[in-house]
Antibody, heavy 119, light 110 residues
Framework: QVQLEQSGAEVKKPGASVKVSCKTS????????VSWVRQAPGQGLEWMGW????????NFAQNLRGRVTMTTDTSTSTAYMELRSLRSDDTAVYYC????????????WGQGTLVTVSS | QSVLTQPPSVSAAPGQKVTISCSGS????????VSWYQQLPGTAPKLLIY???KRPSGIPDRFSGSKSGTSGTLGITGLQTGDEADYYC???????????FGGGTKLTVL
């Protein structure tokens, strides 16, 4: 079955960077986009951006442009999200999700990775 | 403020029916598919409805979706205590060139 397995929780200091991985299995990696969504404690879902494993095209949420990078490794069917210059309000659970169609829907989702930014 | 507007909370008794609305505009819901996600406490979101009204395999027919103009609606019948969760609508916004979510609706089954 289709699975997205994310890396473990991280604790970072303000100003540092974090890189979260999302290893996929059960489907052809290059046939679907991968999106990243985050959720701050007690808050709703926030879309961060998208990457096409097929050609590397990306699109990021405007408020994160310049701080976020999304990459893929097709040899291991893994997607990565790196966020730089971390601030306390970046503390959140970060999810990857397989994107269907032209930004039509997300399914399935990874289990989530908690990133805590604290001095 | 979210681009898509959902009621913060809804509640109903077990066995009853509830609807959750998701209001947008012509740049998002009006011209793109709506999907719905269920997030049980402490878990990742799960797809409930895609392409406005389609259910993935494994989702019971107690869950339904509809879209009219710039609004989408999620319906849940035969409420169970296990349906207590946060529900999010989402769609692509063509003007923003970004995916947008509603603020989420907390369902309480009394």
């Amino acid at each position: 079955q289709v699975q997205l397995e994310q890396s473990g929780a991280e604790v970072k200091k303000p100003g540092a960077s974090v890189k979260v991985s999302c290893k996929t299995s059960g489907y052809t990696f290059t046939s679907y986009g991968v999106s990243w969504v985050r959720q701050a404690p007690g808050q709703g879902l926030e879309w961060m951006g998208w990457i096409s494993p097929y050609n590397g095209n990306t699109n990021f949420a405007q408020n994160l442009r310049g701080r976020v990078t999304m990459t893929t490794d097709t040899s291991t069917s893994t997607a990565y999200m790196e966020l730089r210059s971390l601030r306390s309000d970046d503390t959140a659970v970060y999810y990857c999700a397989r994107l269907h169609g032209d930004f039509d829907w997300f399914d399935p989702w990874g289990q989530g990775t908690l990133v805590t930014v604290s001095s | 403020q979210s681009v898509l507007t959902q009621p913060p909370s809804v509640s109903a008794a077990p066995g009853q029916k509830v609807t959750i609305s998701c209001s947008g505009s012509s740049s998002n819901i009006g011209n793109n598919y709506v999907s719905w996600y269920q997030q049980l406490p402490g878990t990742a979101p799960k797809l409930l409805i895609y392409e406005n009204n389609k259910r993935p395999s494994g989702i019971p027919d107690r869950f339904s979706g509809s879209k009219s103009g710039t609004s989408g609606t999620l319906g849940i019948t035969g409420l169970q205590t296990g349906d207590e969760a946060d529900y999010y609508c989402g769609t692509y916004d063509t003007s923003l060139s970004a995916w947008v979510f509603g603020g989420g609706t907390k369902l309480t089954v009394l």
